[in-house]
């Protein structure tokens, strides 16, 4: 999608701080106070890199959406037409707590929510400046979070596209070192290559970059290393028979997707055609499975059930997936502890995997859009081991 504007209109914020003003009254709340760096994000379209130095938003029944930032962001909150009036503090610690500056703002009464994210340290702050209220921890804005509205949607379909394509370049660098007849790359060659895809193509397709905690990458790994679920990129280099993994993902405006995929370099073993074609059948009960109206726990069970039944369990690692928006990773989750259920509007992983110690990882994931009558995968590389296998 060619010239996207990345950052959304600030009348999209008014319409989330609207759906979390709405869920505050249902729950019995006069205001809500958060630092969570994704939350003040989606609340107020201010992306920031996070520091000792606290930045937070207090959004209260009556209308009001206040930041607090040290001095040094004022400027910067101000170019990103952060949608909230703006309390500055000079610097930290300070002679005074940063709170008491956003206390003397808001004059906080009544029962007030916080994210259950928050520091012991920045929450003793917040009780000792706003002695008049009962702060409660509370899961509202992660809850909030759960239903993406169409203009996030839209970036998260746009974010897909740029997975893919990062997916294919990493696909062509290796055939096209095959080709040459020369060394084939490490895997950090490889993370470096797709990574650089990833954002040269935002800044030549899109205005207003949102740079978010990751704007392009992901993990890259072969053979022995990749039965690391989360093993970083090293200097091994790529060879004849490895089974390797690309664990790729990119986030536009700031919402994320992930797509993953995994490889055979030569013609693959019996055992890697059954482990391969395992987790794509476990992946393929996966996309049936999230749907709306089945809870996580029980995706995700039917999901992992799959592998359980090939004789695998002993080499399931995690979950099937989790929930996918500002965060990489964040709620609900499709883990057996995880009894939210699944509504339209939602993105989640796909992503069943096995880690065989010595050998390989097998992964193969795609971020899903979950919709009324189903889930459409927003990632769309071939996940076959026909179309995952490089010839030599």
Same mark, same amino acid.
Request: glycine share 4%; proline share 9%; net charge negative.
């Given at each position: 999608m060619t010239d996207l504007d990345q950052r959304l209109a600030p009348v999209f914020f008014d319409r989330v701080q609207e759906r979390v003003r709405v869920m505050m009254a249902e729950e019995g709340f006069d205001a809500f106070l958060t630092d969570h *760096?994704?939350?003040? !994000? $989606?609340?107020?379209?201010?992306?920031?890199? *996070?520091?000792e130095r606290p930045v937070a938003i207090w959004l209260d029944s009556g209308g009001r959406v206040v930041m607090l930032l040290p001095e040094l962001e004022r400027e910067y909150a101000e170019s990103q037409s952060a949608r909230a009036d703006l309390v500055a503090f000079f610097e930290y610690p300070g002679v005074a707590s940063p709170y008491a500056a956003l206390s003397d703002a808001v004059s906080p009464r009544g029962r007030v929510g916080f994210s259950s994210s928050m520091s012991v340290q920045r929450l003793a702050a917040a009780r000792a400046a706003m002695g008049d209220a009962e702060l409660? !921890?509370?899961?509202?804005?992660?809850? !909030?979070? $759960?239903?993406?509205? *169409?203009?996030?949607i839209a970036l998260h379909r746009e974010a897909a596209r740029v997975t893919d394509r990062m997916l294919d370049a990493g696909v062509r660098l290796v055939t096209d070192a095959i080709a040459a007849g020369g060394d084939l790359p490490t895997e950090t060659e490889l993370e470096r290559h797709v990574t650089a895809t990833g954002t040269a193509i935002m800044y030549a397709e899109h205005r207003n970059v949102v740079v978010a905690s990751l704007l392009a990458g992901g993990l890259v790994y072969s053979g022995a290393n990749s039965a690391f679920p989360h093993g970083l990129p090293s200097v091994n280099r790529l060879k004849a028979g490895d089974t390797f993994m690309l664990s790729l993902g990119c986030a536009v405006g700031g919402r994320f997707i992930e797509g993953e995929r995994t490889f055979v370099l030569g013609e693959p073993t019996a055992d890697q055609r059954r482990y391969h074609d395992t987790i794509r059948d476990a992946q393929a009960v996966g996309r049936e499975t999230i749907r709306a109206g089945l809870e996580c726990r029980e995706a995700n069970r039917l999901c992992l059930g799959v592998i359980r039944e090939a004789g695998l369990g002993a080499y399931i690692r995690h979950r099937q997936g989790h929930g996918i928006g500002l965060g990489m990773h964040e709620a609900p989750w499709l883990e057996d502890g995880d009894p939210t259920v699944l509504a339209a509007g939602m993105v989640v992983s796909n992503e069943p995997g096995i880690y065989v110690p010595g050998h390989a990882g097998y992964r193969i994931s795609d971020s899903m859009l979950v919709t009324p009558d189903g889930a459409e995968a927003l990632t769309t590389f071939p996940r076959s081991l026909e179309d995952c296998t490089i010839a030599l």
């Open positions: *760096p994704e939350d003040i !994000a $989606y609340l107020t379209g201010f992306f920031h890199h *996070p520091s409660v !921890a509370s899961d509202l804005i992660d809850r !909030a979070r $759960y239903i993406k509205f *169409p203009e996030e």
